[in-house]
């Protein structure tokens, strides 16, 4: 799907699945910098450990405790700090900024796909993985009137209840 995307904008990249281990997320993030990867999509177990290793975060990945995107940015020493491929030749000075793209992707979802406004309704979340924990969370922000939280795991989700 995100290749067709690319694609479609005639954009010369490529969008690989890689598996890394929990142990091995540090040098994975470090060796896709270096070869001036434009970013980085995480999935669980990575999206809490990526928080204490960028350089960077965006107020969403500060406010949902969870990193899911990394953009890689550059610099020639003015501290201007621009997306990666906007660089025609490798910029000076490199960094990550971690951002998440969960939260807003549920309540906006709801929105635009079914018509509904959050707030006041009763909601159903199936699920207590990384993404559910901070659609829970998103959720209960907004303004749900009941959130019932779905989970093989129990314990799961009588955590991000918690919370």
């Known amino acids: 799907m995100q290749n067709a995307g690319i694609y479609a904008l005639g954009l010369d990249w490529r969008y690989l699945a890689c598996e890394v281990r929990p142990e091995d997320l540090h040098a994975a993030i470090a060796g896709a910098r270096t070869m001036h990867f434009v970013g980085l999509n995480l999935t669980v177990p990575h999206k809490l450990l990526a928080m204490n290793m960028m350089d960077v975060l965006d107020e969403s990945a500060r406010e949902w405790g969870a990193v899911n995107t990394i953009r890689f940015e550059g610099c020639n020493g003015d501290d201007d700090w621009q997306p990666l491929h906007i660089f025609e030749t490798a910029p000076t000075k ?3 900024h971690g951002f998440n793209t969960d939260a807003d992707a549920i309540t906006q979802s709801l929105r635009e796909d079914l018509g509904m406004e959050v ?3 009763n909601v159903l979340l199936l699920g207590a993985g990384g993404a559910g924990r901070v659609a829970a969370l998103k959720l209960a922000s907004a303004g ?3 959130l019932h939280l779905a989970n093989r795991t129990v314990s799961k989700a009588e955590a991000i209840a918690g919370e």
């Open 94 to 96: 490199l960094r990550s």
């Open 119 to 121: 707030r006041g309704e």
């Open 144 to 146: 749900v009137k009941s």
